[in-house]
């Protein structure tokens, strides 16, 4: 029987884990639910091995599905962590999505600049140090968006519409020696769309509508609703497919605007949630991963 690991950095299964732990069992699927902390890499004189750090007995399972590094860890420790799972990698268990793939994701600034090399449209964006020419920035373009490096859910996105807003976020940037990342503002129809999609299907694609007109963020976490897209175009289609590879995943959460001047990518999740969609279309997005994984294994 095969089996596989789900992982994630909280004690209980978060409810995305959850559902994955589900579909495998109703394929009958052996599953393991692990702790990014509870994994340790072995290297034993040709006989390296990832084992359980408190049992000291090696991990059994065919491939993982990796959801979650975590956040509140120190440098040392997230490369520990990244550095478990190309272990994992290095002995042919297949990790989903691999986890140099989840780094880069992570990175909007990384993740948008390979996109934009590999043609696809993304915002007008700068990263950079110095809060002075960040304001100068703001001052040219006129309305931006300030973001986090590393974020998702629309948290700490903040939309400046003066440069002393800019000055006054990226000076404290600054001094918490934290990049300042500034965009463009892009103008959008009070929403924007979230494709889903794992191997070479879509598996959902719907609008994420907001209704409040005081709120510009179109993040269901944002308070904005979840609307099928009943079909897709072929454009949509080409983003969705161009993006997984060009960032070597094998699925993926990707967040486009529709603007005057055709489709933006704003950034991509390589571990997306879908309990929105789930409750709108019926379609479950973990039982379609947990497939595709069990698959790979049978290849």
């Not at 702790?35 to 072995?42: E, N, Y």
């Not at 463009?184 to 959902?204: H, M, S, T, Y």
């Not at 994420?208 to 904005?224: D, L, S, Y």
């Amino acid at each position: 029987m095969a089996k596989v690991a789900v992982v994630a950095d909280r004690f209980v299964p978060p409810w995305s884990a959850r559902q994955i732990l589900l579909a495998l069992d109703s394929l009958g699927v052996s599953s393991i639910y692990l702790r990014p902390c509870d994994i340790m890499s072995l290297i034993d004189r040709g006989n390296s091995s990832v084992v359980y750090t408190n049992s000291l007995k090696p991990i059994d399972f065919d491939a993982v599905i990796l959801r979650d590094l975590g956040v509140a860890v120190t440098l040392e420790m997230f490369l520990r962590r990244i550095n478990v799972f190309k272990h994992i990698e290095m002995m042919n268990k297949p990790v989903v999505n691999p986890v140099d793939s989840i780094v880069t994701a992570r990175d909007k600034y990384l993740s948008l600049l390979l996109l934009e090399r590999a043609g696809i449209r993304v915002p007008k964006t700068v990263v950079l140090e110095d809060y002075f020419t960040a304001t100068k920035i703001a001052n040219e373009w006129k309305n931006v968006v300030v973001k986090p490096m590393i974020g998702s859910m629309g948290f700490g996105i903040i939309k400046a519409e003066t440069p002393e807003i800019v000055y006054t976020i990226a000076k404290t940037l600054t001094q918490l020696r934290q990049p300042i990342y500034v965009q463009e503002f892009v103008e959008k129809p009070g929403r924007d769309i979230r494709l889903l999609a794992i191997g070479d299907e879509i598996v959902a694609a719907y609008y994420r509508v907001q209704n409040n007109p005081n709120e510009w963020k179109t993040n269901i976490a944002q308070g904005a609703h979840a609307e099928p897209i009943a079909r897709i175009d072929s454009e949509l289609e080409d983003i969705a497919f161009k993006t997984l590879r060009t960032l070597r995943l094998h699925y993926a959460g990707i967040d486009v605007a529709e603007t005057k001047d055709g489709y933006i990518v704003f950034e991509v999740n390589a571990s997306p949630q879908w309990r929105g969609i789930q409750r709108v279309t019926n379609i479950n997005p973990a039982l379609k991963l947990a497939k595709y994984v069990v698959s790979m294994i049978r290849r």
